[in-house]
């Protein structure tokens, strides 16, 4: 059941069995890293849970108009709640109607089902807003949450949900599934290692051409130790062009790039992320003493949150290749 969802059959099974159960809980939280399937698991399911005969059958009256496209439903019994355009959150205004519709009996199904993206977003004001209704649910209603970080949800909300945990998915599956769509096999291996598990992730590297991103990290590192780090750092595109969105990409391909230098430097190349460049790598570390690399490493996780604030984009990335060129010539 639910095929087209890779992976994760223990959650399937959870999800087979609330089907049948006549005692349910009112609330679920999918919770997990971005791209492993949880929207698409919930929605899904949510076809399955508003189908008449209790399967998700295409014959059935409730299923035909339940209605699939690039990811939207529209069915009388379904609410999807997502964050706004431009908004990095969920907002108040949001819980508010969304508990007006509480008011509201199943039109079609027995049941109703509202999923709720990236309820990790929601601040204070909002969350407490939604635990009103989480509080009281309505009778036949059932919310999904959908959360990369748990962390972020209110203890409260969190005491009164069922949690499902998502997992990244072995290498060979999202290698697998890259293949089926047409991705050349040694780049499908590289991305589906770099994505960490994460199908949608591997996708969007792949959209987002990351290999090439990949290269242009490779090149810094080679020309590394820098004779004159000011001049040549002036008018690298990597530092004078990139967008934040580039820039965010550039450094964590950088940051998988030290990490296996790392590894390879002290023997541990099994599981290497960039698992095409073993050759390469083994000659980026040779100049490198282990805890150059560390700090390395820890400058780049420090450049990767900056990149996440208002700073300068060309700072960062200028600031951050001076101290990587510092740490190389220790």
């Not at 005969?53 to 009256?61: I, Y």
Request: hydrophobic content about 45%; glycine content about 6%.
């Amino acid at each position: 059941m639910w095929d087209s969802v890779l992976g994760h059959e223990q959650n399937k099974e959870f999800l087979q069995n609330f089907l049948k159960a006549q005692a349910r809980p009112h609330a679920l939280l999918f919770c997990g890293a971005e791209g492993l399937g949880k929207k698409k698991l919930a929605l899904e399911f949510a076809k399955s849970f508003l189908c008449l005969n209790g399967v998700g059958n295409d014959g059935c009256e409730a299923c035909r108009l339940l209605n699939f496209a690039d990811g939207n439903v529209s069915h009388p019994d379904f609410i999807m709640v997502e964050r706004l355009p431009e908004k990095r959150e969920l907002l108040i205004d949001q819980m508010r109607e969304l508990i007006k519709q509480a008011a509201y009996a199943p039109v079609l199904s027995k049941n109703k089902i509202c999923i709720i993206e990236d309820a990790d977003t929601m601040r204070e004001a909002a969350a407490n807003s939604f635990l009103k209704l989480l509080e009281e649910p309505p009778d036949g209603w059932l919310i999904i949450l959908l959360a990369s970080s748990e962390d972020k949800l209110l203890t409260t909300i969190l005491s009164r949900v069922v949690k499902l945990r998502f997992n990244p998915l072995a290498v060979a599956d999202v290698k697998q599934l890259l293949v089926e769509r047409g991705i050349a096999d040694q780049e499908s291996e590289v991305l589906a290692r770099i994505s960490e598990g994460s199908v949608g992730a591997a996708l969007n590297l792949h959209q987002q051409q990351a290999l090439e991103y990949r290269q242009t990290a490779i090149s810094f590192l080679e020309a590394l130790p820098l004779e004159m780090p000011l001049n040549y750092l002036a008018g690298r595109t990597w530092v004078e062009k990139y967008e934040r969105s580039e820039a965010i990409l550039f450094v964590k391909l950088l940051q998988l790039l030290l990490r296996d230098m790392l590894f390879v430097k002290i023997g541990m190349t099994a599981n290497l992320y960039n698992c095409d460049l073993q050759e390469i790598l083994t000659a980026l570390c040779g100049g490198w003493q282990p805890q150059g690399l560390k700090k390395a490493l820890a400058a780049v996780s420090d450049a990767y949150k900056a990149l996440n604030t208002t700073t300068g984009v060309k700072l960062i990335l200028e600031n951050l290749a001076m101290k990587i060129d510092n740490f190389r010539k220790e």
